[in-house]
């Protein structure tokens, strides 16, 4: 039996290729750490520090047990808090796609083709756009001047918050049972999702403003270099070559890098680089395309499914 490839893409992964891209935006958004371990390594490695700091091998070993517990945890932490994200935006395409069926079930097919039925689709598009730039606080200028196209056309002033196309889409519910153009049911149907679209937003909303505790966050960073501070004492004063210095600066290394993912994962919305981030634009294209079609086609080169370089 033959099998044919379809057309629908193959599922997002990180290509081999690109895993020394990946490393090198790890790195880039590493250097003022990189540029502090080098001064560090530097004095332990010229002998400037005073070896009575040395700890003993059995205190660095409880000592990296330690570090590593916090840190698992850490990430653990900053991994849920990105998955829960993920999660929360995939309800709100799930959300976007059930609000024009319904509105399909309940409208005429020319009250859907009209200006009026088109704004009633264009407030959710609008909304998932309100949303992505407020998360980030940053966007593309080119994604702005489609969302000012919403707005225009919903006859909202650019500066609309999310909260406002809220109000204003309930707003348009409203009307449209009043002029019984729908019922009761259809109202209820229409503000289910709606209700339910806030309640992702307060969700992602939720995990942009609280990071976690500050004082975990210093602690385990402290702790990660001491740690590294005493292993590269230790490798230095027990008489090792210099590639056993390089190891320990390497090992070090490492535990500081796994530290930094979690201080980077933790936040989905950050705009440091896509390997950390969530990929908003794309998700909202995905929305757009849904719902509107060919009114998105002006936007479509920011749509990527590579892991590496989605926006």
């Not at 719902?291 to 370089?309: A, I, Y």
Request: hydrophobic share 45%.
């Amino acid at each position: 039996m033959s099998i044919k490839s379809g057309t629908y893409g193959d599922p997002p992964r990180t290509a081999r290729r690109d895993y020394f891209v990946v490393l090198l935006l790890l790195l880039w958004r590493m250097r003022y750490d990189l540029l502090l371990l080098a001064v560090v390594g530097t004095l332990i490695l010229n002998d400037t520090v005073p070896t009575n700091w040395q700890q003993s091998g059995s205190v660095v070993s409880i000592m990296g047990i330690t570090v590593s517990i916090f840190i698992g945890f850490r990430n653990t932490q900053a991994i849920g808090r990105w998955w829960e994200a993920r999660q929360l935006w995939g309800a709100i395409v799930n959300h976007s796609r059930n609000w024009t069926d319904i509105l399909a079930s309940l409208l005429p097919e020319d009250h859907l083709a009209s200006a009026d039925g088109r704004n009633l689709v264009r407030y959710q598009v609008a909304m998932v756009w309100q949303l992505n730039f407020q998360l980030r606080n940053f966007y593309h200028q080119d994604l702005r001047r489609f969302q000012d196209y919403l707005l225009e056309n919903l006859e909202m002033k650019p500066t609309t918050t999310l909260r406002q196309l809220g109000q204003a889409r309930a707003i348009a519910v409203r009307k449209l049972y009043e002029n019984k153009s729908i019922n009761a049911r259809g109202r209820e149907q229409l503000m289910n999702i709606a209700n339910a679209t806030v309640d992702a937003i307060g969700g992602l909303e939720r995990i942009r403003n609280t990071p976690l505790p500050a004082s975990y966050d210093v602690f385990v960073r402290m702790l990660s270099w001491i740690f590294g501070f005493q292993l590269l004492l230790n490798f230095k004063t027990d008489g090792t070559s210099v590639v056993g210095s390089i190891t320990g600066i390497v090992l070090f290394l490492g535990f500081l890098m796994a530290e930094r993912i979690g201080a980077y994962v933790e936040g989905p919305f950050d705009g440091d680089g896509s390997t950390f981030a969530l990929p908003l634009n794309a998700i909202c294209l995905t929305i757009s395309r849904d719902l509107l079609g060919n009114e998105t086609d002006s936007c479509l080169h920011h749509f990527c499914k590579d892991p590496v370089r989605w926006t």
